[in-house]
């Protein structure tokens, strides 16, 4: 079956340490995003990319990188300079925005 | 800016109790898509229906209806004899105009609802 499969499902990270958090998808979706979960705050975009070797920042990029080598993968890097890290993160695809998003399960990162 | 504006943050109903989930939003766009999704507790987002800026007609799908009124900007969305299986946060999402290429979904803050026995 397609889908977006995230990984792993959860993180612990030290302070001062960079993580990856991956997401691959076999859907054939040209476009992919990440997106940051806190409590009452909703989904708030982090990076998003349309096509590969082409990324844009959301509206929380700080302290965040992505890479996007391959249709199938768009990893999201947490890096030390994001002071707050503990999140859930969810990675989504689609084809076309108007059809919506299919998202993966998310990874729950928490700092130690 | 597009903004979508969920007012309820949560909502508790007894199990057979109706429930409505307001939604309002703000585009300057005259085509747009509205979205409904569902977050149970494992996380994933779940697609529920999409509506497009054109039709306003509401919608029916088993226990679940949606009322749209571009008069208002509101994409309101019920459950009727809600059951314990639909605690969850649901989330609102409008579309940016359709350019032909991807773009991006505007989120609303969400509505916990919990429904007991």
């Known amino acids: 079956d397609g889908g977006i499969t995230q990984s792993p499902k959860y993180l612990f990270r030290k302070e001062g340490q960079n993580v990856t958090l991956s997401c691959e998808q076999n859907?054939?979706?040209?476009?992919m995003y990440w997106y940051r979960q806190d409590p009452g705050q909703g989904l708030r975009l982090i990076y998003y990319?349309?096509?590969?070797?082409?990324?844009q920042k959301g509206d929380i990029a700080e302290g965040y990188s992505v890479s996007r080598e391959k249709k199938e993968s768009f990893p999201l890097t947490v890096t030390s300079a994001q002071k707050n890290p503990t999140a859930f993160y969810l990675c989504?695809?689609?084809?076309?925005?108007?059809?919506?998003?299919?998202f993966g399960s998310g990874t729950r990162l928490t700092v130690v | 800016a597009q903004k979508v504006t969920q007012a309820q943050t949560e909502i508790s109903v007894v199990e057979k109790e109706d429930v409505t989930l307001d939604c309002v939003y703000e585009?300057?766009?005259?085509?747009?898509?509205l979205f409904w999704y569902k977050q149970p507790p494992s996380g994933e987002l779940v697609f529920l229906i999409r509506?497009?800026?054109?039709?306003?007609q509401n919608e029916i799908s088993g226990r679940y209806s949606w009322n749209f009124q571009k008069s208002t900007s509101s994409f309101n969305f019920t459950i009727t004899a809600s059951q314990v299986v639909d605690s969850a946060v649901y989330f609102c999402?409008?579309?940016?105009?359709?350019?032909?290429?991807?773009?991006?979904?505007?989120f609303g803050t969400g509505t916990r609802l919990q429904v007991t026995l």
């Open positions: 509506r497009n800026s054109f039709d306003e």
């Open positions: 989504a695809s689609t084809r076309d925005t108007n059809y919506g998003y299919t």
């Open positions: 859907l054939n979706h040209d476009a």
């Open positions: 990319s349309q096509i590969v070797n082409d990324f």
């Open positions: 999402a409008l579309s940016e105009a359709d350019t032909g290429t991807a773009s991006k979904l505007t």
């Open positions: 585009t300057r766009d005259t085509t747009y898509y």
